[in-house]
């Protein structure tokens, strides 16, 4: 598993993976940091915003700012995963390598760990990064930066193990849309969730729920946003009867949420495995 | 399953819905033996090979490789395996790939023993070249350095020659003649009957997934096909004269006599004699593989 592992690696190092995406994020980083900077130094009917009006602002900004960024690990992790295993499997690469005394759940498992290492480490560089422009630039901190991190990591892991178990059945281009498409269920799953809520529309409220359940990646979402946002906005916006949506969560995400997607993540890499072990090379 | 055999097979079929790819493969081969398994494409040949090498479920029967159920991995351990459809990561050195192999076959892959790997199947000079650099040639001979780490018991070739020039396949001769030499048991998946019918001990024939003939050259090939003839006629044409001993073809200055075997030569000679004829040559002929491939394959070209 450690010779499958350290060759995906040597594979996104060779093949300038990472290095692209560093420099596509570290430019993305920049942007906004030039945008969070004029934003503290502009004026509004003459005065500069104080340091409040800074920090709601900041607060709203980083929210909508992570809320893109989970769109990109997620599409990241999909088009990681699903086209290299695919493609090895299609073009014969892993031909030789299967026949050789290993198992195939070494092969895949050496693979998903160096992809979920090098996704999670994507994820924990580019929003500290973020997070630490925004501070330079506002002098705002969200509260929670580890927290929301891990949460958008579980975001890259649920989309990782999804597009594994894809790719060991599909195509790549196949696999990689069945996982846009059950990403983008999760986040209509959520909508439903919040205006099922709204209404007060069981039906509707708990199809969101449920979709939410079967592909968690939204429900971590929420997870993440509640970590990002100030104490302050929490009590203020709850207190005038604002429902949870992508880009305010008024209750912190149970446990058992939590635990649930851990174990999602197991189980759908685990029948990625048995389903990789099984099918015809 | 007799364990002194290399490779044992019963009944081994694979069916992908309702298409049979393989039906009902029997094999056995013998330890150090060169095995050619020939038939023209599409006829289950890879399909074969990949359950062989573990790589697909067979959808029935059994099999042994190297006295261990097919797939097991201590088998495949001493397994060495070239694909049909050979790539390797393009990423990786022609040396990289070796020493990932030698690490997966669970071999020392000392860089002395790669090396001389390398020198062997003539691509020394470009061990630190990229493979995405590499010709179609060249990487078929970077697959058979990779299949022959750890030097294997049993070698897997599926179809080694197709990238390469004349001197390359010249090359992969001597190879396979080298393992022989070391007692290496050869599968090897060709329809390039000329390079199976050099090196070969036994071959079979496959056609719409079924082994149609199996045996020794001798067995296959070189059963006697007839007798051509070369004489002047006397009172009668020779093609009437010879008819009783087989069908006549007649081709230029001689006849083929086919069906005609080495007991009739006395009487058709004594035959031709009587009537009056010159009789300047009578040799026996015998058919050419590439023949009996047509014959057995229904005449489908090997494409």
Redesign the interface.
């Known amino acids: 598993m450690i010779a499958f592992a350290l060759l995906t690696f040597r594979e996104l190092a060779r093949r300038k993976f990472v290095l692209t995406a560093l420099i596509a994020t570290a430019v993305l980083i920049a942007l906004t940091g030039w945008g969070f900077s004029y934003i503290a130094h502009s004026r509004h009917h003459g005065s500069v915003p104080t340091r409040m009006e800074l920090a709601v602002v900041s607060a709203n900004l980083v929210i909508l700012l992570a809320y893109l960024f989970s769109f990109i690990v997620a599409m990241l992790a999909v088009f990681v995963a699903a086209p290299s295993l695919a493609n090895d499997i299609e073009s014969g690469v892993l031909l030789p390598v299967a026949a050789r005394p290993i198992s195939r759940a070494s092969i895949l498992g050496g693979r998903t760990l160096a992809l979920g290492i090098v996704v999670c480490g994507y994820v924990a560089l580019a929003s500290m990064a973020e997070f630490l422009v925004v501070r330079a630039a506002t002098g705002y901190f969200p509260p929670h930066p580890a927290l929301a991190a891990g949460y958008l990591s579980l975001i890259a892991l649920v989309m990782l193990s999804l597009a594994t178990l894809a790719a060991s059945k599909l195509p790549g281009i196949a696999a990689g849309i069945v996982c846009v498409v059950c990403f983008g269920l999760a986040w209509m799953g959520g909508i439903a969730q919040t205006l099922g809520t709204y209404f007060e529309n069981d039906v509707i409220t708990h199809f969101g729920t449920i979709t939410q359940l079967l592909i968690p990646s939204d429900a971590m979402w929420r997870c993440a946003a509640y970590q990002l946002e100030p104490l302050a906005l929490i009590e203020r916006m709850s207190g005038e009867h604002v429902w949870s949506g992508p880009f305010f969560v008024a209750n912190p995400p149970p446990a058992a949420l939590v635990v649930w997607t851990l174990c999602w993540i197991a189980a759908i890499y685990a029948a990625a495995s048995r389903s990789f072990a099984l099918r015809d090379l | 399953m007799d364990s002194s055999s290399a490779l044992s097979t019963r009944g081994l079929s694979k069916r992908f819905g309702s298409v049979t790819a393989v039906a009902d493969l029997t094999l056995e081969i013998s330890r150090g033996e060169i095995f050619g398994f020939l038939g023209p494409n599409g006829a289950g040949k890879t399909t074969s090979v ?1 359950m062989i ?5 067979p959808s029935g029967g059994t099999g042994t490789l190297l006295g261990l159920p097919l797939g097991d ?2 088998a ?2 001493h ?1 060495g ?3 049909e ?5 393009p ?2 050195t022609a040396y990289e790939v070796l020493v ?2 030698a ?4 071999c020392s892959g000392e860089r002395k023993t790669l090396n001389a790997l390398l020198e062997r199947v003539g691509l020394i000079e470009r061990r630190s070249a990229r493979v995405d650099t590499f010709s179609k040639g060249m990487q078929q001979r970077l ?1 058979l350095a ?2 022959l780490i750890g030097d294997p018991q049993f070698v ?1 070739l599926d179809e080694p020659t197709s990238a390469l020039d004349p001197l390359g396949r010249q090359e992969v001769r001597e190879l396979l003649r080298d393992l022989k030499a070391r007692s290496t048991t050869v599968f090897l998946n060709s329809h390039l009957l000329s390079e199976v019918e050099q090196v070969c001990d036994r071959v079979a024939f496959v056609t719409r997934g079924r082994i149609v003939a199996q045996g020794t050259l001798e067995e296959i090939a070189g059963a006697q096909r007839g007798v051509r003839v070369s004489a002047q006629a006397g009172r009668s044409p020779i093609a009437q004269l010879l008819q009783r001993f087989g069908n006549v073809h007649p081709n230029g200055k001689s006849v083929l006599v086919e069906g005609a075997g080495p007991k009739s030569v006395p009487a058709l000679v004594r035959a031709l004699v009587d009537d009056g004829a010159e009789v300047f040559a009578v040799e026996p002929v015998a058919a050419t593989l590439e023949q009996r491939f047509f014959e057995l394959t229904g005449g489908g070209g090997t494409q």
Not at chain 2, 103 to 106: D, K, N, P, S
Request: aromatic share 12%; charged share 25%; glycine share 10%.
């Open positions: 990949k090498a573990g790589l697909a479920a991995r201590r495949r351990r397994l395996y070239l694909p459809l050979f790539r390797y990561q990423w990786l990932l192999h690490r997966l076959a669970g697959g990779v299949a897997l």
